[in-house]
T-cell receptor, first 110, second 116 residues
Framework: DQQVKQNSPSLSVQEGRISILNCDYT??????FLWYKKYPAEGPTFLIS?????DKNEDGRFTVFLNKSAKHLSLHIVPSQPGDSAVYFC?????????FGTGTSLTVIP | EAQVTQNPRYLITVTGKKLTVTCSQN?????MSWYRQDPGLGLRQIYY???????DKGDVPEGYKVSRKEKRNFPLILESPSPNQTSLYFC???????????????FGDGTRLSIL
């Protein structure tokens, strides 16, 4: 059973606008959440993370929001750039195990 | 350059022929892990290792073996591969312990296995 879900397989956004990628989870024991970005023929690369004791973390154009009561995580990219076009995975940690979502393919249109 | 290296990158083989995918990291990380990526299922953890000689099952360990004899290496072994193990495999590592803080995993570039 998928404990981390990304319900939007794809998203298209105009360059300069905001991209919002969403992730839902079911396990209340998750204590650390991460977003990874993946280009074709490469491994995922780390983007940004957030601890379960926080509700927001910012790093440049990327902000992650955590709503624990709703068990919902989102990644905001502002402004979106063509180079942001990739597949984005959210992930969550419980103990020593990591659980990943199915990914959202983001296309930023110039 | 800090990296996780997997070999081979691509492999086509037949059912039942034992194979090993190697993984090596040069960051002195304690934690190493294997994942498989399948369409519609995302990345699923197969096995992980907290340190030398310490390995544990992830979500989908059936049909796989691992070993951790040295800190830098974490090979994935398919003793008798079957077509349902056709997938894209990723190895990852991360530092653990208080001196590392909350570290993300670093991933290799993947190994595409096709089992006929």
């Amino acid at each position: 059973d998928q404990q981390v879900k990304q319900n939007s397989p794809s998203l298209s956004v105009q360059e300069g606008r905001i991209s919002i990628l969403n992730c839902d989870y079911t396990n209340s024991m998750f204590d650390y959440f991460l977003w990874y970005k993946k280009y074709p023929a490469e491994g995922p690369t780390f983007l940004i993370s957030i601890s379960s004791i926080k509700d927001k973390n910012e790093d440049g154009r990327f902000t992650v929001f955590l709503n624990k009561s709703a068990k919902h995580l989102s990644l905001h990219i502002v402004p979106s750039q063509p180079g942001d076009s990739a597949v984005y995975f959210c992930a969550a940690r419980s103990g020593n195990q990591f659980y990943f979502g199915t990914g959202t393919s983001l296309t930023v249109i110039p | 350059e800090a990296q996780v290296t997997q070999n081979p990158r691509y492999l086509i083989t037949v059912t039942g022929k034992k194979l090993t995918v190697t993984c090596s990291q040069n960051m002195n990380h304690e934690y190493m892990s294997w994942y498989r990526q399948d369409p519609g299922l995302g990345l699923r953890q197969i096995y992980y290792s907290m340190n030398v000689e310490v390995t544990d099952k992830g979500d989908v360990p059936e049909g796989y073996k691992v070993s951790r004899k040295e800190k830098r290496n974490f090979p994935l072994i398919l003793e008798s591969p079957s077509p349902n193990q056709t997938s894209l495999y990723f190895c990852a590592s991360r530092g653990t312990g208080s001196h590392w803080g909350n570290q993300p995993q670093h991933f290799g570039d993947g190994t595409r296995l096709s089992i006929l």
